[in-house]
């Protein structure tokens, strides 16, 4: 549902009732930074006011779960190859349970067929680990990087012996 608060006295009543709370724009984050912006270049127009949405996280928490990735034009054996590089331990996995294998600190990655598991260090996130040290290592690629919300839409994106889909830990596990 949205609502569009224009009456002076309903706006005063919200203005009290969260002046002592704190709001974290978690998705939005860039629209409302162009907002402000915008607003600013344009003052008194129809640009003073933009779209949020705000939620209770006590009744209704917003959980932002894990943006894998699909790399294009990388493989397997470059992914294999960079943690070689890189000494960091990576293990081979059955693909029926690869995914029973994922941890706070261990990323899985995919070419469709076989799969690997590559652990990366505590002191780090997977995907800092991933976007800072992996892939600058990866000796081809990635062409491109997709971003996909669920490992199902991630391996659907996975073209065969073309691309590596990297299956992330949920922040929830890492906590």
Same mark, same amino acid.
């Given at each position: 549902r949205v609502w569009a608060l224009r009456?002076? =006295?309903? #706006?005063?009543?919200?203005?009290? &009732?969260? %002046?002592?709370?704190? =709001?974290v #724009?978690?998705?939005?984050?860039? &629209?409302? %930074?162009?907002?402000v912006r915008t607003q600013a270049s344009r003052p008194g127009t129809a640009h003073d006011a933009g779209l949020a949405m705000l939620i209770d996280q006590e009744t209704t928490p917003l959980y932002p779960g894990p943006i894998h990735r699909v790399l294009r034009?990388?493989?397997?054996?470059d992914m294999r190859q960079a943690a070689r590089a890189l000494r960091l331990t990576q293990t081979a996995l059955d693909g029926d349970h690869a995914l029973a294998e994922l941890a706070p600190h261990r990323i899985l990655a995919t070419d469709g067929s076989s799969w690997s598991a590559i652990d990366v260090p505590s002191a780090?996130?997977?995907v800092e680990t991933l976007h800072r040290v992996i892939i600058p290592t990866l000796p081809r690629g990635p062409q491109q990087v997709h971003f996909r919300n669920s490992v199902d839409a991630t391996l659907r994106d996975l073209r065969a012996d073309r691309d590596v889909a990297i299956v992330l830990p949920d922040r929830k596990s890492v906590a």
């Open positions: 009456e002076a =006295a309903l #706006i005063n009543v919200m203005q009290d &009732r969260w %002046a002592s709370t704190s =709001a #724009i978690a998705d939005g984050h860039h &629209r409302y %930074a162009a907002y034009g990388t493989t397997l054996e780090t996130s997977a």
